[in-house]
């Protein structure tokens, strides 16, 4: 992501209604929300929507598709995770050590914890010293 892309993205997203406006759409996933639906669920205006529409649109966080007379904004997914790439490309770049706490790479992978937790059980199980016990 370029560096410009990633300050308006950020600029975008530091106000009040526009970080609320985004994590809803982002909740409500690919199918997004119509303006109206946004506008009641936020209790805000719909002028006032609309500017913020309107930024986030223009920082690329999200986007307008028609179906039938009603449009539906969502949140553009590639571009939330392109952001958060870009936020932590560099994490721990000056330490020899990456924990959990610094990049998504460093992460578990989906599942992986869930995984680990199996293992640790089946190992616990089959541990001598456990079976005994």
Known sequence: MDFNVAIRALAALAQETRLALFRLLVEHGPEGLTPGRIA???GVPPATLSFHLKELANAGLIRARQESRFIHYS?????????????TENCCRASDACDSACAPDCMPKPGARRAARSTTRAARATHPKRRAA
């Open 40 to 42: 009641e669920v936020l």
């Open 75 to 87: 949140a553009d997914f590639a571009a939330m995770n392109g952001l958060v790439a870009y936020l």
